[in-house]
């Protein structure tokens, strides 16, 4: 944390390293420890093992679904998706928004691919995404959103995975079920997604 707010170099160089840092040290615990942690390796074509090493974990939630972690800094609303639809995570698209911002892409391009890749995917589901920026959804499933700090004119938003009034899962779980604390809850929600 120390590098990332006082390191060298530019603040977008340090998140990137900060990012990859994390990422690659939350891979290797997950993979180690994933049964004390209570994370489930999420199957690719039937293999944990394929799942395991690309990252995909999921953990059992109270009401019985499962509810998918992220596995990187910026898939939070991949993570989000999968869980409310309970689909695997790599089942929807990957959106990459901290890569595409790496390689130099605008944040409009990149909100306009992130729009036109969801709303493709999102038909051939036969599902659309609502947003709720009034009123949040009290009831039901449904992605509550937490604003975060704008990033190169890109929203570093989170996502929550919500049942009614309760945070079911916040994806960013580090270590699943060993990290009980819950941190973000519906009083931290800017605005809301329904699936419908």
């Known amino acids: 944390m120390d590098n990332l707010e006082n390191g060298a170099g530019s603040e977008h160089e340090r998140l990137r390293q900060f990012n990859a840092d994390v990422q690659q040290t939350l891979a290797t615990l997950r993979r180690r420890y994933h049964r ?8 690719i ?3 944990t093992d394929k799942g395991s090493r690309a990252g995909y ?4 939630l109270r009401d019985g679904s499962l509810g998918y972690v992220q596995r990187r800094a910026d898939d939070c609303l991949q993570a989000a ?10 089942q ?3 959106l990459q928004v ?7 892409k605008e944040a409009e391009e990149i909100n306009r691919g992130v729009d036109e890749l969801m709303a493709r995917w999102l038909a051939s589901q036969g599902v659309q995404l609502v947003v709720h920026s009034g ?14 700090p704008v990033r190169e004119e890109f929203a570093n938003d989170h996502c929550l995975l919500m049942s009614g009034r309760e945070c079911l899962l916040e994806t960013s779980k580090p270590i699943g079920a060993l990290d009980r604390t819950v941190r973000l809850g519906f009083e931290d929600v800017d605005y809301g997604i329904t699936i419908e």
């Open 98 to 104: 901290n890569r595409q911002l790496d390689a130099g």
């Open 36 to 43: 004390e942690m209570h994370l489930l390796p999420v199957p």
């Open 92 to 94: 929807v698209p990957d």
């Open 45 to 47: 074509g039937g293999s």
């Open 135 to 148: 009123h949040l959804p009290t009831m039901g499933r449904w992605i509550g959103v937490v604003r975060g």
């Open 57 to 60: 974990y999921a953990m059992r």
């Open 81 to 90: 998706i999968a869980s409310c639809l309970q689909i695997p995570m790599h």
